[in-house]
Structure formats: structure tokens, C-alpha cells
């Protein structure tokens, strides 16, 4: 692969340090290539990315979109963690200088770092994600108390921009790929909390199955990574409470 030690004119200077980065190239089955990158300072995983594309190899697929952590679609696995690209500085996860970038995981690779996100949100369709209400263009605006239990656990879960790290992450989508999964399990979740939404009953139907919420194992793992704070174990966590009332009650 193309190398170099130094390079005139990056960033306006002459750069000698270099990061050694392994990059999966290929789909499914493929490989990875070993990439040398000049170093900088505030330099992101993205930046590194970026570089190799437009320097050293122009055929690299991969995805971004806003670079300031609002549309997650730089997602990837860097070091074995899945991250957001755009917001993980490379001097926060390389190790002796190494860095080692891959597709996120549990999710069909297109080609290089570029991953097919259809299945991950049919999941969220499945789990009936979609808000159903009854008010009409001629109603009210709808009053609803912030400060409301509902309100609140609703709250907890509603900044999911669907990046897929949780996904990724899942240990359990990994061993049961049917498995709904904490993205979509936490769409439902913060559904059911909305007051003005009609299709509580039909969600808890949804999501009451085998590949559903009481297929987690709750190990934390997309609580732990995910970006925005979100904690899907906890949301996935009422929806058993809630599942097993219903059927205590006979409405599933």
C-alpha cells in the first residue's frame, strides 16, 4: 500500500509523526490493508478516514454526512469499539500509534466501511416505531405536563439519532440476529411513555415476542456506548414491566 515518513503541506506544515492504520477492505469476506498516516493534533478517526480516501485510495467506501455528531452516520468500529468517527480523536483510542477501523458489526457489510442499516430499521418498524395519534390538522395543539412521569421516562430515550453503535454493540443481536435489538426496543419505549400516541396496546403486542424485550440478557452494552447518553437497558427494562402487566391482565 502507498506509504510515506513525511509529507510537505499537510495542514500547512510538514508533519513526521505518522499513525499505521489496518482498514477492512472487502464485504463480507475481505481483508484488512495497513494505510500510513501523517499525525496531527485534534485529529479525528474521520480525518484519518478521510485522508486515506482522497490521498492513498480513492475506491474507499465509507459514510458521513454533518462531521459534528448529529447524524451518525460515521459510525464504525475502531480498536473492536463501535464510535462515532467524527467525535473519537485519535489521540483518545490509538494504541502505540495503531489504529485499526472496521464496519460496524451485526450488520451486512456493502463494501469496506460501509454497512447496509435496511435491517436495522425494518426492526424499528417491526417494534411499531412509528407514532400513531388521533388528533387531526384542525386539532389543539396537545398539552403535555414535561414535568410528568411519562413525560420524563420519555425524555430519557427520545435524542436516538439511529446511528446503530447500541446495535453494534448488542451482544445478543449477535446470537439471535432476530432479535429486535436496543435502537428499536428503545423507539418503542419511548412510544408507549407519549401520552398522545394510540397504539400503546399493538407495541406491547410487538415487542412481547421471542425477538423482543425479554430477549435481553441486560448487559449494558449499548448503555455503555452509546453516544448520546442514552441508556436503551433502562427503556428495555419497562417494557418487560409493562409487557408482563398486559399480559397479567389479559390485554396481550
Known sequence: MAAARAWAGYGGARVDAELVVRIWRGRESGEFATYRVPRRESQTVLDVVTWIQRNLEPSLAYRYACRVGMCGSCAMSVNGVARWTCRTHVSKVARDGELEIAPLANLPVIRDLATDMSGFFDKWARARGRFSGAATRRDGF????????????????IECIGCGVCYASCDVVAWRPAFLGPAALNRA???????????????????????????????????????????????IAGLKRLVARAAIRGKL
Open 189 to 235: 419505549w419511548t412510544l408507549v411513555n407519549d401520552e398522545r400516541d394510540t397504539a400503546g396496546a399493538e407495541r406491547l403486542r410487538a415487542v412481547a415476542g421471542d425477538a423482543g424485550c425479554h430477549a435481553c440478557h441486560t448487559q449494558g452494552s449499548c448503555s455503555e456506548r452509546c453516544p448520546k447518553g442514552i441508556e436503551p437497558t433502562a427503556g
Open 142 to 157: 396537545a398539552r403535555v405536563d414535561p414535568a410528568s412521569s411519562a413525560r420524563r421516562a420519555a425524555d430519557a430515550g
